[in-house]
T-cell receptor
Framework: EPEVTQTPSHQVTQMGQEVILRCVPI?????FYWYRQILGQKVEFLVS????????KSEIFDDQFSVERPDGSNFTLKIRSTKLEDSAMYFC?????????????FGQGTRLTVV | AQSVTQLGSHVSVSEGALVLLRCNYS??????LFWYVQYPNQGLQLLLK??????LVKGINGFEAEFKKSETSFHLTKPSAHMSDAAEYFC?????????????FGKGTLLTVNP
């Protein structure tokens, strides 16, 4: 069964360093998302991406964050200068269509720890 | 704006007992509602979804949920809990416009099943 894959599964980084979280969405999907879950809190929307551009971003997604689909398969989330409060589980998701009830498929997540 | 409230961050049941996980939503437009499950060290997996076709929705692993507009609820039930049901469960509402239907999640309910 096709699945969304994320790498790495766990990343530890020092405050102020740049990190890139990688995702390979399901191959025929067109809509891509990043969510995050801070420990003990709810899963929060960060950004959505369609047709090679951001379609929506949340307040959390400030100038320190960026997304890219560099080669038509990978979908990356970059945090330019990490802060302690960026420590969270980051989930990538993809959908095949824009219909609101189209299922979003999630990856297993990358646990980011900023020290 | 849409929001989801999950009552009870932790529910504990005995094996064979009824599982009831509560979810209430707030939405200014007809909602699309989802239940996702997260097993330890895994990503989010769709259990079931409400798309206005039927108010009682059946999902995987014997779970079902009933959409009650008058109560703005979408509670998840399973008649008989199994040890393998132990996981975290998230209720979500699909919100957005155009082709961008991001998910707004509740805080999650951790289900423990006791032998």
């Amino acid at each position: 069964e096709p699945e969304v894959t994320q790498t790495p599964s766990h990343q530890v980084t020092q405050m102020g360093q740049e990190v890139i979280l990688r995702c390979v969405p399901i191959s025929n999907h067109l809509y891509f998302y990043w969510y995050r879950q801070i420990l003990g809190q709810k899963v929060e929307f960060l950004v959505s991406f369609y047709n090679n551009e951001i379609s929506e971003k949340s307040e959390i997604f400030d100038d320190q964050f960026s997304v890219e689909r560099p080669d038509g398969s990978n979908f990356t989330l970059k945090i330019r200068s990490t802060k302690l409060e960026d420590s969270a589980m980051y989930f990538c998701a993809s959908r095949s269509g824009g219909d609101p009830n189209t299922e979003a498929f999630f990856g297993q997540g990358t646990r980011l720890t900023v020290v | 704006a849409q929001s989801v409230t999950q009552l009870g961050s932790h529910v504990s049941v005995s094996e064979g007992a009824l599982v009831l996980l509560r979810c209430n939503y707030s939405s200014s437009v007809p909602p699309y509602l989802f239940w996702y499950v997260q097993y330890p060290n895994q990503g989010l997996q769709l259990l079931l979804k409400y798309t206005s076709a039927a108010t009682l929705v059946k999902g995987i692993n014997g779970f079902e949920a009933e959409f009650k507009k008058s109560e703005t609820s979408f509670h998840l039930t399973k008649p008989s809990a199994h040890m393998s049901d132990a996981a975290e469960y998230f209720c979500a509402v699909s919100a957005g416009g155009g082709s961008n239907y991001k998910l707004t999640f509740g805080k999650g309910t951790l289900l423990t099943v006791n032998p």
